[in-house]
């Protein structure tokens, strides 16, 4: 019986991961750095039963329309609006994702953005490098905004957001939150209070963003919700760019509607050269890198791997973000 084939748009992705492909099917890898062009693409997926790929490959009708053959397609992203998941579900597609494995790991990145921005972290350490450090100490040398004791708006109570909740209750903070979906349970446990959108906006001192990109969730931080906010209060947003109206953001920083923003996702990534953010001190920008350490990407890593053998096996991925394939398939 021929052996399944597995295309990799990653060369990066850890050997690990690619040992547990090879289980049970022939690997082919992107030798390139960065992600595969599109017309490489379609043409490596036309003979592959199972897709591993990263949030920077398009995974839509045209491609599916290439791979005839394509069973299973694994994300190394707990986020998947990079898939036409309707689209693949309606062809009997399986996709598969990454969640848990980088929750913890994520929302360290959106703790430690919070205390740069608010601590001019980045901006102090660029002051001493320049060489403008030139007095000891003086009272009011880069003073910034206190995090202990604040209040911490969450956009969106997930699992990512509830990590940075337990963050934030060793830091004495006030805890609100809005998302789609109350949890009544995280409520009485860890002391959270559900407030309506504009009621988290008003009242935080840090709003952290923490929804999936949804039709519904696009721009949905943008200059209304700016013009609510406090002109002392930071956004944090590790989650996904287009979340953010970016040029409102720019505008709200332009004109001290809020008083700084910490920032791993972008409209456009790499960051456009000529972005106004990139010379703001009350920016800390980072190069999506948020699930960015060794043990997670390695865990991300095989489990994109094991979902995409789990389903050439016909059993069911461990991490299934389109259950209704199973219905079509059963």
Known sequence: MARSKVYVSSNEVPDKAIQVLRSIADVRINPKDGPPARDVLLKEVEDVDGLFCLLTERIDAELMDRAKKLKVV?????????????EATRRGIIVGNTPGVLTETTADTAFALMLAVARRIVE????????????????????GSDVYGKTLGIYGLGRIGLA??????????????????????????MGIEYLPFEDVLRQCDFLSIHVPLLPETRH????KQFALMKK??????????????????IKALQEKR?????????????????????????????????????????????????????????????????????????
């Open 74 to 86: 694994a994300n190394m992203a707990v986020g998947y609006d990079n898939i036409n998941v309707d």
């Open 124 to 143: 102090a350490d660029n002051y001493v490098r320049a060489g403008k450090w030139v007095v000891p100490w003086t009272p009011m040398m880069m003073v």
């Open 164 to 189: 940075i909740a337990r963050r934030a209750k060793g830091f004495n903070m006030r805890l609100i939150y809005y998302d789609v979906i109350r949890n009544e349970k995280a409520e009485k446990e």
């Open 220 to 223: 949905s931080v943008g200059q």
């Open 232 to 249: 002392t209060a930071f956004v944090i947003n590790n989650a996904r760019g287009p979340i953010i109206d970016e040029p409102a953001l």
């Open 258 to 330: 809020i008083a700084g923003v910490g920032l791993d996702v972008f409209w456009h990534e790499p960051i456009e050269k000529n972005s106004p953010l990139l010379k703001m001190n009350n920016v800390v920008i980072l190069p999506h890198i948020s699930s960015g350490s060794i043990e997670t990407r390695i865990a991300m890593a095989v489990l994109a791997a094991e979902n995409i053998v789990a389903a050439l096996k016909g059993e069911v991925p461990p991490a299934l973000v389109n259950k209704e394939v199973l219905k079509r398939k059963s």
